[in-house]
């Protein structure tokens, strides 16, 4: 907080929260739910980045002679059906399942976050058009239709993303250019273009401010089923090819042991729920520090 | 409906609301500071009390604390509200929740924002009584129907099965009104009830809410910054001003010997001079301007001439194309026939085919600051944007001259790094009009009169230089009256515009 001084009458205070304060301000108010949010999504993080630091064997490694061990000291998860270290594997499909869900939801956002501003401010016959083509693409039962292009372009980790995330752009493509329209129809936009303001600065100053934690609260949650669906999909083997590790894929692996009473199998499904729920606890939080329009909160 | 127990006991002389050394503090930067300082007022049963003072003088929250409430961000520091012999600040939140709706009733200034577009008048006017289990639901529909009549709205029988945005902003306002009676309240708060509707509208739902309370013999606090509202509405008045009580007395004492140097200026806007303004050269001429909507013929051979430093005020009902009028000058809707010419040259039909430089020179003031203000921008992004963009001012410079424009209009710095949702109502209003002067043009587009407008800034926009100004206004025998007070408009030009305004009427 700066406080300059000219001559009176004209005197400038400038304050003004910094995004740290503001995250700062915004923590203070953070529930336990939050935090525990927050730690979880971390250590995942952590995981997907440091995986070969804090694996203890390697991802594709066979170090046992015996599939399926207990667990012991020197597999502290045991073994899974070719004699890989479960721990290990595990910390690997952190990176994997994680990385790869998260670039997925990036490019899925760059995608129809752009077009669906992009339509809501075009002509109506681009409108219907991009809206025709998502409304298409969204009439086909989003599993089955992944399911059929894998086949066809082959399950490789380029094609995955690619994959869905088209599938998932749809999504924000309709809350972008729903949103976008409501706040296009406003007055201050037409201030903006009665001032001579271009098609740019309408978009990234007027528009999206407004619809920015819209979007954000849509990323945690595209985030959660686009994560989903790559493990859902590695389940059905069509996912994430081995020997890389993947959560989906070790729960389809070792799935019949749960009928034996051993926890193993549950574990990377563990994981999946914990990420999940997080990644919603803090959107929830996300979305009520960013809901005010205050300086001074 | 007698059987709330408050209504028998309800006589004239008996005190009902005691307000004592209240403080209210709002936080700002970590700090309390307080923002109603140690006011103290009295109702009796039956009275109204007009409470005064230009936007941001603590008007509002100083009617909130009647119902104990304090705002989001706001305490009560001191001080006690007692209604009916209970200090409400220290009564549980229940007790005040029973109270609400019920006993105390609150008249919002945006009817159209206070009502649920999802439900119908009806169900929200009763929804109330029904609440509290004062009457079957039928009872309290003949009576919702009583109260529309008497708040004179068109057709009271049906008139509750229309959902609010098939009804006016003045027959909303008074829908609410009739809500606000629904319980037989012994006190209302009205907060500046009429002052987003415009003019006309505006006498005409004084007029029904005056005779409501009085009827009903209900006490009332009444908040507005309009002088002319409260003279008429309230039988004493009191002064704020930055929280504080600047006088207070009878409104027959207020009017015609105030005390206070500060009450003698609010006064003192109502009676300026018209000034002589020597002939000045055309700035903006309209000649046979045509304009459609789709097929639909909306303007038909329209043509106004607006000298430098003068008003044109074009007067029409509503639906005569006052508003196409003036999206029409400011190239939002291109003519289909006709020319706009300022300083002489023709301006292109869509604004994207004008320069820069001819944008500049005509700023259109909306009614609306709240939908024209982008409610993620800063007062110093709203204000600096078009001191950046068409100035080329930056950094300190542009900082130094958006706090002058805040200044001109009234406004501190402080409220520099203000979102819109931080300022009221009026302070919005100022903003928006600091705004259209920091392009520093020509003239000024005004979509009809802001009533929001506080008298001061009206003052301020009209008194600035040789600028000239297009405002549209309802047709309305009160309006040529308000008209003819507004400086710089000349008769000849007023008559001019109306018949302009006419002939697009006789399409």
Known sequence: MQTSQTSPPVRIVRYRRSRMEWLRAGLRKASWTTWLGLAVILLHAALAIFAPLLAPYGEADVVSNEPFSAWSLAFPLGTDQLGRDVLSRLIYGARNSVGIAFVTTAIAFLLGGTLGILSAISPAWLDHLLSGLADTLMAIPQLIFALILLALFGSSIPSIILIIAVLNATQIFRLARSSARNVAAMEFIEVASLRGEGTAWVIVREILPNILPMLIAEFGLRFCFVFLTISALSFLGLGIQPPSADWGTMVRESATFISYGDITPLLPAAAIALLTISINFVVDWFLDIASGLRNDQ | ?507
């Open chain 2, 1 to 507: 409906m007698t059987n709330n127990p408050a209504a028998d006991g309800r006589r004239s002389g008996e005190t009902l609301l005691d307000i004592r050394n209240l403080t209210i503090e709002a936080e700002r930067d970590g700090a309390w500071q307080p923002i109603v300082r140690d006011i103290s007022l009295t109702l009796k049963r039956g009275e109204v009390l007009g409470i005064i003072g230009e936007s941001g003088a603590g008007k509002s929250t100083l009617g909130l604390s009647a119902l104990g409430f304090a705002r989001a961000g706001c305490r009560f520091s001191a001080g006690s509200v007692v209604f009916d012999g209970r200090d409400l600040l220290k009564e549980s939140e229940e007790y005040r929740r029973q109270l609400r709706g019920n006993r105390i009733a609150y008249v919002a200034q945006s009817a159209a924002a206070s009502f649920n577009p999802a439900h119908r008048l009806i169900d929200q006017t009763i929804e109330c009584a029904m609440r509290e289990g004062l009457t079957s639901r039928a009872a309290a529909i003949g009576n919702a129907k009583d109260l529309y009549a008497q708040m004179q709205l068109p057709d009271p029988d049906s008139i509750g099965a229309r959902f609010p945005h098939q009804v006016s902003g003045g027959q909303l306002q008074r829908a609410m009104t009739a809500m606000a009676m629904t319980c037989r309240p012994d006190l209302i708060v009205f907060d500046e009830p009429t002052t987003a509707l415009d003019v006309t509208t505006q006498v005409e739902v004084l007029a029904s809410i005056r005779r409501i309370v009085e009827e009903h013999h209900t006490a009332a606090l009444y908040i507005t910054h309009d002088l002319a509202v409260v003279a008429q509405m309230a039988h004493r008045i009191m002064v704020l001003r930055h929280g504080e009580l600047v006088e207070e007395a009878d409104t027959q004492t207020m009017l015609s010997a105030p005390r206070q140097p500060y009450t003698r200026s609010l006064w003192a806007v109502r009676t300026m001079e018209k000034q002589a303004e020597p002939p000045a050269a055309p700035m903006l001429e309209i000649s046979g301007i045509e304009a459609h909507y789709g097929t639909f013929k909306v303007l038909d051979d329209i043509s106004v001439t607006l000298p430098a430093g003068r008003t044109v005020a074009v007067v029409g009902e509503s639906g005569s194309g006052k508003s196409t009028l003036a999206r029409v000058i400011a190239g939002l809707l291109p003519q289909t026939a006709g020319s706009v010419s300022l300083n002489g040259t023709a301006l292109a039909p869509s604004l994207k085919q004008r320069s820069r430089d001819q944008l500049r020179r005509i700023q259109m003031i909306y009614q609306s600051a709240d939908t024209s203000l982008n409610p993620r921008q800063t007062v110093l992004d709203l204000v600096g944007r078009p001191l950046a963009f068409h100035l080329g001012l930056r950094g300190r410079a542009r900082d130094l001259r958006v706090a002058e424009l805040l200044d001109m209009v009234e406004l501190s710095d402080r409220h520099i790094v203000s979102f819109p949702s931080e300022l009221s109502g009026g302070q919005k209003q100022r903003v928006s009009i600091a705004r259209a002067i920091a392009a520093d043009p020509d003239g000024f587009i005004c979509d009809e009169i802001p009533s929001a407008l506080d008298q001061l800034v009206q003052e301020q926009i009209l008194k600035r230089g040789p600028t000239a100004s297009v405002m549209s206004a309802p047709d309305h025998p009160y309006t040529l009256q308000l008209l003819s007070a507004v400086p710089q408009m000349d008769a000849g030009w007023l008559d001019a515009a109306i018949a302009g305004s006419r002939a697009a009427n006789g399409r």
